[in-house]
């Protein structure tokens, strides 16, 4: 059975650092083709995908966030972190970790976010 | 960056109804096409993959289609159960960006 969970402050101060983690089981960081993403959704607004890790370490990032954005994983502890440097009170919304798997079939692959956690609401306020 | 729109943004239907959400992209990106359900206050759920491929466990009510930029998702025989806001979302390269959402009322 495959869980995530996000976990972190509620609440952060403008200009601080945010500090996310996602622990996971059912499966393995270590698996080919396994990936964990960040997905956040600011109050009544549409999903915005921040950044996803790869089983080989490969990293990708929101081109309009990558300067603020780092995502690391602990394949030990089943855990992806994502921290988010200078926060607004624009940032404030739910951030949600996805299990990511791709899919291959005859040389095509393509990624899905297949398992999420609940998401975890931040909010950014002094 | 690859943009993702969507339309409409809303509409209502009735029970029995089908209803049809498209999803267009600002440049070709195959079939690397996913479509999410998602309900008030809970996470999205993946709908189908790869533009028109179902996931275990979802009802063949649900169906897609479409390659290039243009894509389509199919839900027949509304059920009130039905009511959610709907993305769609590309994976051909990152940032992997989704549609702003279809928010489906069931009459």
């Known amino acids: 059975q495959v869980t995530l969970r996000e976990s972190g402050p509620p609440l952060v101060k403008p200009t601080q650092t945010l500090t996310l983690t996602c622990t996971f089981s059912?499966?393995?960081?270590?698996?080919?083709?396994?990936?964990v993403s960040w997905i956040r959704q600011s109050p009544g607004r549409a999903l915005e995908w921040l950044a996803r890790?790869?089983?080989?370490?490969?990293?990708d990032y929101s081109t309009s966030l990558k300067t603020r954005l780092t995502i690391s994983k602990d394949t030990s502890k089943n855990q992806v972190v994502l921290t988010m440097t200078n926060m607004d009170p624009l940032d404030t919304g739910t951030y949600y970790c996805?299990?990511?798997?791709?899919?291959?079939?005859?040389?095509?692959?393509?990624?899905?976010?297949?398992?999420w956690g609940q998401g975890t609401l931040v909010t950014v306020s002094s | 960056d690859i943009q993702v729109t969507q339309s409409p943004s809303s509409l209502s239907a009735s029970v029995g109804d089908r209803v049809t959400i498209s999803c267009r992209t600002s440049?070709?990106?195959?079939?690397?096409l996913n479509w999410y359900q998602q309900k008030p206050g809970k996470a999205p759920n993946l709908l189908i993959f790869?533009?028109?491929n179902l996931p275990s466990g979802v009802p063949s009510k649900f169906s897609g289609s479409g390659s290039g930029t243009d894509f389509t998702l199919t839900i027949s025989s509304l059920q009130p159960e039905d009511s959610a806001t709907y993305y769609c979302?590309?994976?051909?390269?990152?940032?992997?960006?989704f549609g702003q959402g279809t928010k489906l009322e069931i009459k």
């Open positions: 996805a299990r990511t798997s791709i899919y291959a079939s005859n040389g095509y692959y393509l990624s899905y976010f297949d398992y």
């Open positions: 059912g499966f393995s960081l270590n698996t080919k083709r396994m990936c």
């Open positions: 890790i790869d089983w080989d370490d490969d990293k």
């Open positions: 440049q070709t990106i195959g079939t690397y």
């Open positions: 790869a533009a028109s």
């Open positions: 979302q590309q994976c051909y390269s990152a940032p992997y960006s």
